[in-house]
């Protein structure tokens, strides 16, 4: 058993800054990689980005590279998720998932466990 708590969301002006985090609890942290989805209003969930169980390979969707930075401290049991230049796009409600299996999935159904989720609004 996993359990994920995602926090730092809230409301940015275009072009702003917010970091995310993610506190993991239960099985081993080093043990499974991670990754970030969200979800717009009427929308499916949207993966973000992915991080292998050592941290040292990343992967991102398109939409965000150059702009959000995935991290992670095994040591905090945490994963981060660092959004720079955001944009009015970017507005959804932002998931942490532990992927125990595959590690640096896209794919939501191969997620084994999610959190409750963190709301970014970014205005414009």
């Known amino acids: 058993q996993v359990q994920l708590v995602e926090s730092g969301g809230g409301l940015v002006q275009a072009d702003g800054s917010l970091r995310l985090s993610c506190a993991a609890s239960?099985?081993?942290?080093?043990?499974?990689?991670m990754a970030w989805f969200r979800q717009a209003p009427g929308k499916e969930h949207e993966f973000v980005a992915a991080?292998?169980?050592?941290?040292?390979?990343?992967r991102y969707a398109d939409s965000v590279k150059g702009r959000f930075t995935i991290s992670r401290d095994n040591a905090k049991n945490s994963v981060y998720l660092q959004m720079n230049s955001l944009k009015p796009e970017d507005t959804a409600v932002y998931y942490c998932?532990?992927?125990?299996?595959?590690?640096?999935?896209?794919?939501?159904?191969?997620?084994?466990?999610w959190g409750k989720g963190t709301l970014v609004t970014v205005s414009s």
């Open positions: 998932a532990a992927d125990l299996v595959y590690g640096l999935q896209s794919l939501p159904g191969r997620m084994d466990y």
């Open positions: 991080i292998s169980r050592s941290g040292g390979t990343t």
């Open positions: 239960g099985r081993s942290f080093s043990t499974y990689a």
